[in-house]
């Protein structure tokens, strides 16, 4: 629906038990031993494999001083065979089925230092028995500039965008650095798409974020670039993954210190939206001693803007309503994470996270309105103030036991995610005609808890191959509740009819096994999961109870070729089948109203999509990579827009029996000159779904470019720039989006410091422009927000100490905080 109006459905705290019923109870029991059995079984005829050789080394500095944390990988023939760490003495082992006559490779890396790689030819590995890593020419003082990496990698099954020293690096925030990252697309309420229609599934330190796309807007708003180290964009992610993610996986990893002893970052930043400013302010500090490791952040941001809209609402019967409204927006918002790593010796660790955001959201409509009947012209004005306060908190335990040299590892991770919101939207409207007039409120508090545990266990075999398997289980509790107040006789009296209290529970319990093998030039992946819901809902107000249980298989095969790994050519081909559940709001048998002609209604009956995903791909020389898609969904979830009584327009989330999608997508990164760099995206697919009796179709195609120069030891330029012909979701069709971004950066302070001057669409050309069709209603919609900004941001980087080891904390709770 239309994003100037405010809308959600949601909830008050609930002490809901789960399983419903002790059949569910004992049915989850019995599924989660039977497949633990199967499991163990598993580990247990995996572990024996044939024997290996042994080969051990030693790493040092120049003077001969000893390196710990050293990276150490063993290649043959550029595929990665095995990999080790090197211990306090800087001693490392290799443990690998080698081959007389044949020539490998050790590499060694840890940052501060210059990358070193060494040949032999087993048996004869006398030759790393003392190798030498020298300190990086651009090394001054206390300060590492590590050497620049590429914006963009890949590996076989995903593509990394290197956030840290990147134009991405400085003044953005979390849902900027998305929107301005190759091969992504955001649309202007916030879903995130890598290729076509279906939104992602958004993961930060490897949890998924269970919102819905304008929590997790507000959620990324709140996370500063400074903090991030990279992103990981998966359009098919494989069984490791949960199947919940049909549009694909964006994982944003979260920087780590790399130093021993203090390191720290400090950032501000001002932005000027027409006569609103913005504000933010970020710190974070990371320490280590011995083998512990500690670390924590805040940022903070005040975001004071104005929009302005309207909309026109055509009826069959020749009535006319045209809204016209000014949106007003004083937003703060607080992001905290604090976290600790211990680790018992090289092979043994255990981590402690947490990650909060507390935000204060305000805004005020102010709308003028004409209702125009065939017998009657009614004109009104009318004020609506909605004020949110979410609050959300995720705390993750992880043991990680590296259980040889080659990468065998066992990794159990436990969760814990609870958020509340508080929320009440407030009407009043006056009319020309006095009983017409409306004065209302409603608040719709929520609360959810949210648990899970994991274990994954990853067996190295010989020959470069591995199995991987694991179980995760997963419950979410949630509590909703819709209050409408009606003001009368100078009170505030409930409407029981618009009214609502709904109380839902969930299990899943979800486990997979997938092998891997590579045959010359030839990678093979193939994988199975196997996920079971039970779920129930609860209207107290209804006295109304809905069971669901299901289970699905979820396959899922990744092939590559490569043709020159030197020169990075490649052929890939991937399959998986993905499953998208209901929202929880969505199951909530409310009725909101938004504003006087609009409802909000929950569906009780949806059930879950599926997905089928095949993905083929050509990568020519690394830069350049062609790949098309096909996408087939049945039981498609979409919100489509109807008219009920008195021409109210009721928007509702149903299941539609098909949609097809198929498409290509061209990545190109060229470099212009030595100092100049062009990466560019194109996307163009055609998207169809059945609505009742109509099928809907739209071709579409995006259009990106990033041109980066740097002009050495004076600054960086960038300039970004999309475009987006119209597209369609179910009923509703998007217009064109085209805007420009320019930006320069400067180093100060011998690199500790980073100056930001940028102006976002220059041209002040971004707007949104809806338009919904259905039953011989047309809606109309438009929007236009402070686009064309101005903005200054510095950061600053104090370190103290040498370099060690980044340290990531692995999280779990998977796919359900999307549905939150």
């Given at each position: 629906?239309?994003?100037?109006?405010?809308?959600?459905?949601?909830?008050?705290?609930?002490?809901?038990?789960?399983?419903?019923?002790?059949?569910?109870?004992?049915?989850?029991?019995?599924?989660?031993?039977?497949?633990?059995?199967?499991?163990?079984?598993?580990?247990?005829?995996?572990?024996?494999?044939?024997?290996?050789?042994?080969?051990?080394?030693?790493?040092?500095?120049?003077?001969?001083?000893?390196?710990?944390?050293?990276?150490?990988?063993?290649?043959?023939?550029?595929?990665?065979?095995?990999?080790?760490?090197?211990?306090?003495?800087?001693?490392?082992?290799?443990?690998?089925?080698?081959?007389?006559?044949?020539?490998?490779?050790?590499?060694?890396?840890?940052?501060?230092?210059?990358?070193?790689?060494?040949?032999?030819?087993?048996?004869?590995?006398?030759?790393?028995?003392?190798?030498?890593?020298?300190?990086?020419?651009?090394?001054?003082?206390?300060?590492?500039?590590?050497?620049?990496?590429?914006?963009?990698?890949?590996?076989?099954?995903?593509?990394?965008?290197?956030?840290?020293?990147?134009?991405?690096?400085?003044?953005?925030?979390?849902?900027?650095?998305?929107?301005?990252?190759?091969?992504?697309?955001?649309?202007?309420?916030?879903?995130?798409?890598?290729?076509?229609?279906?939104?992602?599934?958004?993961?930060?330190?490897?949890?998924?974020?269970?919102?819905?796309?304008?929590?997790?807007?507000?959620?990324?708003?709140?996370?500063?670039?400074?903090?991030?180290?990279?992103?990981?964009?998966?359009?098919?992610?494989?069984?490791?993954?949960?199947?919940?993610?049909?549009?694909?996986?964006?994982?944003?990893?979260?920087?780590?210190?790399?130093?021993?002893?203090?390191?720290?970052?400090?950032?501000?930043?001002?932005?000027?939206?027409?006569?609103?400013?913005?504000?933010?302010?970020?710190?974070?500090?990371?320490?280590?001693?011995?083998?512990?490791?500690?670390?924590?952040?805040?940022?903070?941001?005040?975001?004071?803007?104005?929009?302005?809209?309207?909309?026109?609402?055509?009826?069959?019967?020749?009535?006319?309503?045209?809204?016209?409204?000014?949106?007003?927006?004083?937003?703060?918002?607080?992001?905290?994470?604090?976290?600790?790593?211990?680790?018992?010796?090289?092979?043994?660790?255990?981590?402690?996270?947490?990650?909060?955001?507390?935000?204060?959201?305000?805004?005020?409509?102010?709308?003028?309105?004409?209702?125009?009947?065939?017998?009657?012209?009614?004109?009104?004005?009318?004020?609506?103030?909605?004020?949110?306060?979410?609050?959300?908190?995720?705390?993750?335990?992880?043991?990680?036991?590296?259980?040889?040299?080659?990468?065998?590892?066992?990794?159990?991770?436990?969760?814990?995610?609870?958020?509340?919101?508080?929320?009440?939207?407030?009407?009043?409207?006056?009319?020309?005609?006095?009983?017409?007039?409306?004065?209302?409120?409603?608040?719709?508090?929520?609360?959810?808890?949210?648990?899970?545990?994991?274990?994954?266990?990853?067996?190295?075999?010989?020959?470069?191959?591995?199995?991987?398997?694991?179980?995760?289980?997963?419950?979410?509790?949630?509590?909703?509740?819709?209050?409408?107040?009606?003001?009368?006789?100078?009170?505030?009296?409930?409407?029981?009819?618009?009214s609502n209290e709904f109380q839902y529970t969930e299990a899943l319990l979800m486990f997979y096994g997938s092998f891997e093998k590579v045959f010359n030039k030839t990678s093979i992946k193939a994988g199975l999961r196997g996920e079971k819901t039970w779920a129930e809902g609860y209207s107290i107000t209804l006295d109304q109870t809905i069971n669901r249980e299901y289970f699905g298989w979820f396959p899922s095969l990744f092939i590559t070729h490569s043709f020159?790994?030197?020169?990075?050519?490649?052929?890939?081909?991937?399959?998986?089948?993905?499953?998208?559940?209901?929202?929880?709001?969505?199951?909530?048998?409310?009725?909101?109203?938004?504003?006087?002609?609009?409802?909000?209604?929950?569906?009780?009956?949806?059930?879950?999509?599926?997905?089928?995903?095949?993905?083929?791909?050509?990568?020519?020389?690394?830069?350049?990579?062609?790949?098309?898609?096909?996408?087939?969904?049945?039981?498609?979830?979409?919100?489509?827009?109807?008219?009920?009584?008195?021409?109210?327009?009721?928007?509702?989330?149903?299941?539609?029996?098909?949609?097809?999608?198929?498409?290509?997508?061209?990545?190109?990164?060229?470099?212009?000159?030595?100092?100049?760099?062009?990466?560019?995206?194109?996307?163009?697919?055609?998207?169809?779904?059945?609505?009742?009796?109509?099928?809907?179709?739209?071709?579409?195609?995006?259009?990106?470019?990033?041109?980066?120069?740097?002009?050495?030891?004076?600054?960086?330029?960038?300039?970004?720039?999309?475009?987006?012909?119209?597209?369609?979701?179910?009923?509703?069709?998007?217009?064109?989006?085209?805007?420009?971004?320019?930006?320069?950066?400067?180093?100060?302070?011998?690199?500790?410091?980073?100056?930001?001057?940028?102006?976002?669409?220059?041209?002040?050309?971004?707007?949104?422009?809806?338009?919904?069709?259905?039953?011989?209603?047309?809606?109309?919609?438009?929007?236009?927000?402070?686009?064309?900004?101005?903005?200054?941001?510095?950061?600053?980087?104090?370190?103290?100490?040498?370099?060690?080891?980044?340290?990531?904390?692995?999280?779990?709770?998977?796919?359900?905080?999307?549905?939150?």
């Amino acid at each position: 629906m239309p994003s100037l109006w405010a809308a959600t459905g949601s909830s008050i705290p609930a002490n809901c038990s789960f399983p419903p019923t002790n059949k569910y109870g004992r049915d989850i029991f019995m599924l989660y031993m039977k497949t633990a059995t199967l499991l163990l079984l598993f580990f247990i005829t995996s572990a024996h494999y044939a024997c290996s050789q042994v080969i051990s080394g030693h790493v040092a500095t120049a003077n001969e001083k000893p390196l710990s944390l050293v990276s150490v990988a063993l290649l043959k023939d550029s595929s990665f065979i095995a990999g080790a760490v090197t211990n306090e003495s800087g001693d490392f082992q290799l443990k690998a089925n080698f081959s007389e006559g044949t020539t490998y490779t050790v590499q060694l890396s840890l940052i501060g230092y210059q990358p070193f790689s060494k040949k032999f030819t087993w048996p004869d590995a006398t030759s790393l028995t003392k190798l030498i890593l020298l300190d990086r020419e651009n090394t001054l003082g206390e300060v590492v500039v590590s050497s620049k990496k590429p914006l963009v990698t890949r590996r076989s099954d995903r593509y990394i965008v290197n956030v840290e020293n990147s134009y991405l690096a400085n003044g953005n925030s979390g849902l900027d650095v998305l929107q301005r990252s190759p091969g992504l697309w955001v649309s202007p309420d916030g879903s995130i798409r890598i290729t076509g229609g279906q939104t992602v599934t958004v993961m930060i330190n490897d949890v998924v974020q269970r919102m819905g796309s304008a929590e997790l807007a507000d959620f990324l708003r709140s996370l500063r670039s400074e903090d991030i180290s990279k992103i990981e964009v998966i359009p098919n992610p494989p069984a490791e993954f949960e199947a919940a993610s049909s549009g694909g996986i964006v994982h944003i990893i979260l920087k780590k210190s790399r130093r021993d002893g203090l390191t720290g970052t400090l950032s501000a930043q001002y932005k000027q939206q027409n006569s609103d400013p913005y504000s933010a302010l970020g710190a974070s500090l990371d320490y280590k001693l011995k083998q512990l490791y500690l670390f924590g952040g805040y940022n903070f941001n005040n975001d004071q803007n104005a929009y302005k809209g309207w909309t026109n609402v055509l009826y069959p019967d020749k009535s006319n309503i045209y809204n016209n409204t000014r949106r007003y927006n004083n937003n703060t918002r607080h992001q905290f994470r604090a976290g600790l790593v211990y680790d018992f010796s090289a092979n043994h660790s255990i981590n402690f996270q947490m990650i909060g955001v507390a935000n204060k959201l305000i805004q005020s409509f102010h709308s003028g309105l004409e209702y125009t009947m065939p017998a009657e012209k009614v004109t009104g004005n009318a004020i609506s103030d909605w004020r949110r306060k979410p609050w959300q908190a995720s705390y993750t335990l992880n043991y990680g036991w590296k259980m040889d040299t080659m990468g065998s590892q066992l990794r159990i991770i436990a969760d814990y995610t609870t958020s509340t919101k508080k929320e009440v939207n407030e009407l009043n409207s006056t009319y020309s005609d006095p009983l017409r007039d409306q004065y209302y409120r409603t608040n719709t508090p929520s609360n959810t808890g949210l648990s899970s545990i994991q274990a994954d266990y990853t067996k190295a075999l010989r020959n470069q191959s591995a199995i991987k398997s694991g179980i995760k289980y997963v419950y979410t509790d949630r509590g909703n509740t819709v209050l409408t107040e009606r003001f009368r006789d100078n009170d505030w009296t409930k409407d029981p009819a618009a009214s609502n209290e709904f109380q839902y529970t969930e299990a899943l319990l979800m486990f997979y096994g997938s092998f891997e093998k590579v045959f010359n030039k030839t990678s093979i992946k193939a994988g199975l999961r196997g996920e079971k819901t039970w779920a129930e809902g609860y209207s107290i107000t209804l006295d109304q109870t809905i069971n669901r249980e299901y289970f699905g298989w979820f396959p899922s095969l990744f092939i590559t070729h490569s043709f020159n790994e030197e020169k990075g050519n490649s052929l890939s081909l991937n399959y998986s089948r993905r499953v998208r559940r209901p929202g929880y709001n969505d199951l909530n048998p409310y009725r909101l109203q938004v504003h006087d002609f609009t409802v909000l209604t929950g569906n009780p009956n949806l059930m879950p999509q599926y997905t089928h995903s095949v993905r083929g791909g050509y990568t020519y020389l690394q830069n350049y990579t062609a790949s098309v898609y096909f996408q087939s969904t049945s039981n498609y979830i979409a919100q489509t827009a109807s008219t009920i009584d008195n021409n109210i327009i009721e928007y509702k989330s149903k299941n539609y029996p098909n949609s097809t999608e198929y498409g290509i997508a061209l990545e190109a990164s060229i470099g212009i000159t030595k100092n100049w760099n062009s990466r560019n995206s194109f996307m163009a697919y055609r998207f169809s779904n059945d609505l009742d009796t109509v099928r809907v179709s739209q071709q579409s195609f995006s259009f990106q470019t990033i041109q980066m120069i740097t002009w050495k030891k004076v600054a960086d330029f960038d300039m970004f720039l999309e475009y987006t012909s119209p597209y369609i979701r179910a009923n509703n069709r998007q217009y064109e989006i085209f805007y420009i971004d320019i930006g320069i950066t400067r180093k100060l302070w011998k690199d500790r410091g980073r100056l930001r001057f940028y102006v976002s669409d220059i041209f002040n050309t971004f707007r949104e422009k809806e338009l919904t069709q259905f039953n011989n209603t047309r809606i109309d919609f438009y929007q236009k927000r402070p686009t064309r900004t101005f903005g200054l941001s510095l950061a600053y980087t104090f370190r103290a100490g040498k370099a060690f080891t980044k340290k990531r904390i692995d999280q779990n709770n998977s796919d359900e905080k999307n549905r939150l």
